[in-house]
């Protein structure tokens, strides 16, 4: 069973810090993007950051300049620095990834990690 287990998050006032990392558990034969995607109360979805196995990054225009993905195997890391109000939400980790030689990539979730960010 494949697992995404987040970790960080938490409250912060505007202009701090927090990180955030998502390991991927469970047998699997190969990763290939992670990232993070968020969603603020009653907003939709968007993608934050996303990491390829190379190591190359993309990051959401709103971000650029401010957080940081990283990634070492199977766990990826998001460094949030200079954060604002409009920064909170749930923050999902994402990985496409194949479970078994052959199969599909497949896209998991994890739970979501709570970001609060105070004015």
């Known amino acids: 069973q494949v697992q995404l287990v987040e970790s960080g998050g938490g409250s912060v006032q505007a202009g701090g810090s927090l990180s955030l990392s998502c390991t991927v558990k469970g047998e699997i034969f190969t990763i290939g993007i992670m990232g993070w995607d968020r969603q603020a109360p009653g907003k939709r979805r968007e993608q934050v950051a996303s990491i390829r196995s190379t190591g190359n990054s993309e990051y959401a225009d709103f971000v650029k300049g401010r957080f940081t993905i990283s990634r070492a195997d199977n766990t990826i890391s998001l460094q949030m620095n200079d954060l604002r109000p409009e920064d909170a939400g749930v923050y999902y980790c994402?990985?496409?990834?194949?479970?078994?030689?052959?199969?599909?990539?497949?896209?998991?979730w994890g739970q979501g990690v709570q970001v609060t960010v105070s004015s």
């Open positions: 994402n990985a496409d990834l194949k479970e078994r030689w052959g199969s599909t990539y497949q896209l998991y």
